[in-house]
């Protein structure tokens, strides 16, 4: 069974850098598309990096240049680099994982982790 797990989440001051890890079991990243999402209650939610099977990535357009998605396959860990952190970063953030690669059609299904809550400050 798949399991994705957040981690690095905190209350932060903008600017500098923040990274969050999502430790997944049961997911071989050859085989699912990998992605960070966001939520803030009362809004529309945001997939803002992923990772195609292949290894490529992409990035939603308000964190590109700013936020970075890696991964370490020894560990089974994925990483999302959050510099230049804005206000408007804040969020919960989620991992999930999706066999069927639909985040390539945007559409953000599959398995999701609990969520670590991410809170920046002016």
């Known amino acids: 069974q798949e399991h994705l797990e957040e981690s690095g989440g905190g209350s932060v001051q903008a600017g500098g850098s923040l990274r969050l890890s999502c430790a997944a079991s049961?997911?071989?990243?050859?085989?699912?598309?990998m992605a960070w999402f966001r939520q803030v209650p009362g809004k529309e939610g945001e997939g803002v990096a992923a990772?195609?099977?292949?290894?490529?990535?992409s990035y939603a357009d308000s964190v590109r240049g700013r936020f970075t998605i890696s991964r370490d396959d020894a560990k089974n860990t994925m990483y999302l680099r959050m510099d230049s952190r804005k206000p408007e970063d804040t969020a919960k953030y989620y991992c999930?994982?999706?066999?069927?690669?639909?985040?390539?059609?945007?559409?953000?299904?599959?398995?999701w982790g609990q969520g670590t809550q991410v809170n920046v400050s002016s």
């Open positions: 049961a997911v071989t990243y050859n085989e699912y598309c």
């Open positions: 999930l994982a999706d066999d069927k690669c639909r985040t390539r059609l945007g559409l953000w299904v599959g398995y």
């Open positions: 990772f195609d099977s292949d290894g490529s990535t």
